[in-house]
């Protein structure tokens, strides 16, 4: 007969833990994506693990005021609060998109007391990039 599969969080081996709270992240990269209609900011560790995330729609904005500077710096202020509670002190930061608020997301991120090693600007640019379609015919 084949032996029982213990599971890894089951409470016989007492390993129920939230894991969340007992890591200790002392460098990350923080991703702000600003488009026109919404700022997505991921909190990451070095290797690219998602830490923490938020946006300006989850932080209770909707529609047209999704795009603005202040739900921007509402979505950085969220998705940090809980990275230096997890004792991130150093920080990387990468702006993606043409959005309004990519200067109030990386004001946000100065005055959160993060210690920053570099601002990087990764917007895809196309080098003369897909073919554009036929002309209409009238």
């Excluded at 923080?30 to 900011?41: D, E, G, R, W």
């Excluded at 290797?47 to 603005?68: H, L, N, Q």
């Excluded at 990387?92 to 998109?97: A, F, T």
Aim: proline share 6%; hydrophobic share 35%; with cysteine.
């Amino acid at each position: 007969m084949a032996k029982p599969i213990t599971r890894i969080g089951s409470r016989r081996n007492g390993r129920i833990t939230s894991r969340k709270s007992t890591r200790k992240i002392p460098k990350g990269i923080i991703h702000v994506q600003a488009s026109f209609n919404n700022t997505i900011v991921t909190v990451t560790d070095v290797r690219g693990r998602v830490i923490s995330w938020s946006s300006a729609g989850t932080c209770g904005f909707r529609g047209t005021r999704r795009g603005t500077p202040f739900a921007a710096q509402t979505a950085v202020g969220n998705a940090i609060r809980t990275v230096v509670d997890q004792g991130m002190q150093r920080a990387e930061v990468m702006i993606k998109g043409p959005g309004l608020g990519r200067d109030a997301a990386l004001r946000a991120i100065r005055r959160s007391g993060l210690l920053l090693s570099f601002v990087r600007d990764v917007t895809p640019m196309p080098h003369n990039g897909c073919r554009p379609p036929k002309k209409r015919r009238v």
